[in-house]
């Protein structure tokens, strides 16, 4: 049987970049390719209902064994890596029996995880640590979450004398552009509870999340000859930069931790003709979040009355705090952290910094507070996952599913 390691690295083989321009779902084809794979691996182990829809969403069954009834349990993560860095021909490293040094990273010259700038590092000392070669992300997030849960339907299947109830798995697409729930049938899921396996460090336990929404700005700036320009031209990059700078420095995400919320530029592509800006906005508490939207709509608006309505604004919410949804079934919680206690682990729990697909099936009727798997600076070149977290997160998944059977 395959390592969950051994499974990882086949998983991020894969190009699955989700692509926020496309009006397709899922929105790259790439996606389905790793989908399908999914599905082929757990038709093999004896998963027979494995299918992937026409949407991207992948869904098995594992059968209970049980002769009693208990809560039928769900597990998701999804097969997407942000398009905020390239996940294309990635070459991760092994580092064995980290020292807690830097670690360079040697697809780019000069480019190290540093201990000074990551301190958290030296928590893995003696571990193995998988990285990149510093020219892509590593894809960790989720691809080490689809590998834990791949994992243990693999055990649960080949070892028919571990009890347990019914267990659903679900993999998504397009979770990292806010699209991941989109058409995700949660009655099909046929679940009662779920956990998605999309967390970051060891003992991550989340049911707190942002209230999040995109903001995407158009502006339409005249361009005239310079030589000429004198009370005529309009210069659309200027006009975005002076729009961003009306916006609060200190709630940029490099500024704020815990609950603090943000405006985050994502975005800026322009000419003096014209220019396109494209934001996040982030808060946990609701009432914070919609002053910050009212202030999106307010700082357009100073500028439409200044140049001559020349900005267009489309804001979408996107996805809320799964708190209140989760909160009445708290019980899912008091065993999350059963399971990792009994696996040695000490949860931390906390508000994610982010959101998940559980947010939004939280608000679908689908309960889903959010598990660590182990990974580390998504999103980026620095990207790395301990081994030894993956291989905890396997244990975590595998007292859950006996925490249910009883």
């Known amino acids: 049987m395959e390592t969950v390691t051994d499974k990882f690295i086949r998983y991020i083989s894969f190009e699955t970049t989700s692509d926020e321009n496309s009006t397709t779902h899922p929105s790259n084809l790439l996606e389905v390719k790793l989908s399908e794979q999914l599905v082929e691996e757990m038709k093999q182990i004896g998963i027979a209902d494995a299918a992937v ?34 996940g294309r021909d990635i070459k991760p490293q092994f580092i064995h029996d980290y020292d807690g040094t830097d ?16 301190p958290e590092l030296l928590d893995y000392k003696g571990q193995t640590l998988i990285t990149t ?8 997030d989720d691809k080490a979450g689809v590998a834990e849960i791949m994992y243990v339907a693999e055990y649960l299947m080949k070892h028919p004398e ?15 552009i806010g699209c991941g729930v989109d058409f995700f049938d949660v009655e099909k899921f046929g679940a009662d509870f779920a956990y998605t396996m999309d967390g970051g460090a060891i003992g991550e336990l989340e049911y707190e999340n942002f209230n999040a929404a995109s903001a995407k700005l158009h502006i339409q700036g005249c361009n005239i000859h310079p030589g000429y320009a004198k009370g005529k031209m309009v210069n659309a990059i200027l ?17 704020t931790s815990d609950y603090e919320g943000f405006f985050h530029i994502t975005g800026f592509t322009g000419t003096v003709e014209e220019a396109s800006i494209s934001y996040i906005i982030r808060d946990h508490d609701m009432k ?14 100073f500028i439409n009355k200044k140049y001559g309505d020349i900005v267009t604004l489309e804001l979408r919410d996107q996805y809320y705090n799964m708190r209140e949804m989760v909160e009445p079934h708290y019980h899912i919680i008091e065993k999350a952290i059963q399971a990792m206690e009994m696996a040695g682990i000490k949860p931390k729990v906390q508000p994610i910094r982010g ?3 559980g947010a939004r099936l939280s608000f679908m009727g689908l309960p889903c507070p959010n598990i660590f798997a182990g990974g580390h600076n998504f999103h980026g070149k620095l990207e790395f996952v301990p081994v030894e977290s993956m291989e905890k997160a396997v244990e975590v998944i595998k007292n859950l599913i006996f925490l249910f059977s009883k």
């Not at 670690?103 to 990551?118: Q, S």
């Not at 070669?133 to 960790?140: H, K, S």
């Not at 109830?165 to 990292?176: Q, R």
């Not at 006009?239 to 420095?249: A, R, S, T």
């Open 133 to 140: 070669d510093g020219t892509t992300l590593l894809g960790a």
């Open 162 to 176: 571990v009890k347990h109830g019914t267990i659903k798995i679900g993999f998504t697409p397009d979770e990292e």
């Open 355 to 357: 959101g998940t697909d």
């Open 103 to 118: 670690i360079p990273l040697p697809g780019v010259p000069g480019l190290a995880l540093r201990v000074a700038d990551f």
């Open 239 to 255: 006009v975005g930069m002076e729009l961003e700078g009306m916006l609060p420095v200190e709630q940029r995400p490099e500024y």
């Open 288 to 301: 914070r979040f919609g002053q910050k939207k009212v202030l999106m709509q307010e700082v357009v608006s």
């Open 53 to 86: 829809d026409e949407n991207g969403y992948v869904m098995g069954t594992i059968p209970s064994n049980l002769d009693h009834e208990v809560p039928v349990l769900g597990f998701i993560a999804h097969v997407d890596t942000s398009p905020d860095a390239s």
